[in-house]
């Protein structure tokens, strides 16, 4: 969801609001230093509760070929995700195809929250 909510996104910030490249290396920068703010605690709260166990199953020489498949179904995943949203940013108006995939996040953040208790 997220690799393929960047192109409608990215297309109404350089089309549709006009903005320069200077303005889209700023908001790039500006996001990019949000997430890594907010990776922050993530990080300290994954090496004081879990980051342990995916440490110890992720070096078993078995997990190798599940590393892999991950690896092929996530390629796979953007490539649709991608064209997906790239068609939906297509038939409807950009900025309503943004807020359709922002709240699809919203969504599965939620989803998410509620399935990891």
Known sequence: ???GGWLPLA??????????ATQLLLLGTSMEVAMLLGE????????VF???WSV???SAET???????RGRLEFAATIAAILLFGSLAWVIPR?????????LGVLWTLYLAYAMQ
């Open 1 to 3: 969801m997220m690799a």
């Open 56 to 58: 110890v199953i992720g």
């Open 63 to 69: 997990a190798e070929p599940l590393l892999l498949r």
């Open 95 to 103: 900025g309503t195809s943004v807020v359709i995939v922002g709240g």
């Open 40 to 47: 922050i605690p993530t990080g300290v709260v994954a090496d």
């Open 11 to 20: 297309v109404r910030l350089a089309v549709d609001l006009d903005l320069s």
């Open 50 to 52: 879990s980051r342990k």
